[in-house]
């Protein structure tokens, strides 16, 4: 079996770091994700490069009358209120040029090779005190009527946000229509994310340079697929973002991915990677440059080796055929 080579993007905009930043935000690094995603998806056909966009059901909405329309009645509860997409928007208002994309989503949809996938309707966090099952279904319903309802489309694959994985939550996704979920990396440090450390930041970070747990790629047998889930199709590796001013770090970073596809190319394993748009927001041409010779390898390890492109769904659905 030839390696297969998977790319998951976490498409947000503000809707995924508020809670982290406030109104405290610079309004051009999202002005300049949202010409890069353009250009991402142009690279992606010309190189008929699949691609997955879990993305945050709120941008699809037009306006704030469509977001609250689209809704659900029942919020998540949290404890700690400041992670509520609805309490920020209260607090500080809505601002369409960072909180709704209906055109790019449509752009997503008219462009070959590319799924259209979910992060939920509001950036849910499954992992964190409050919030109930039944209100992260009525997240997942409310993602599932306004794609259909506004774009015709029925959403397949979701990634959780912050990669909290709520295994008790996963009958839920298969019941809403959510039949590939990406897991999270097998190492220790990529467990748990809801409870952060120095030690799994670190490890985290390093990882990205240096082997420091078991490697990156899987075979077949490790995604996983339990009677009423959905298959779980794990992530490989967060293509970081550029860091101005250290070229070697940049470098070793890059590097670290190119031989990690080179790995699964050459021994017919998976490899996921994973970024969110506006991970390029900062240092969009050198972003596009390191995106452009990923997928220069791709096609190089595609030549030598069979090494073929799949969106989580294309992975997925492989798995169930031979099931």
Known sequence: MPGTFTISLDFELLWGIFDKVGANY????????RKIVPEMLDIFCENEIAVTWATVGMLFAENEEEWKHYAPDNLPSY???KLSAYQWAKDHGIRPEVHFAPELIQRI???????????????????????????????????QRIAQEKFGVKLRSL???????????LPICLEE????????????????????SLSKKWFRSADCFI????????????????????????ASRILRPYASGVPLINQARLNRILGEMDWAAKN???????????NFGNSPENSMKELKLIIETFHQLKDSYGFQSKSMQGVGETILAKA
């Open 177 to 196: 229509g959510y039949e590939f979920v990406r897991g999270n990396p097998k190492n220790w440090f990529w467990q748990e994310t809801q409870h952060e």
């Open 159 to 169: 990634v959780f946000p912050r990669n909290h994985i709520n295994e008790l939550y």
């Open 268 to 278: 017919g394993e998976f490899y996921h990677l994973w970024w969110h748009p506006h």
């Open 211 to 234: 082997p420091t747990g078991e490697k990156s790629t899987f075979r077949k047998e490790d995604i996983l697929r339990f009677p009423n889930e959905p298959v779980i199709i794990p």
């Open 26 to 33: 610079r309004p051009e690094y999202f002005s300049n994700t």
């Open 109 to 143: 949809l008219d462009t070959p090779y590319q799924e259209l996938g979910s992060h939920s309707y509001a950036h849910y966090y499954t992992l964190v005190r409050g919030q109930s099952p039944d209100q992260f279904r009525c997240d997942l319903t409310a993602t």
């Open 79 to 81: 404890r700690d209120k």
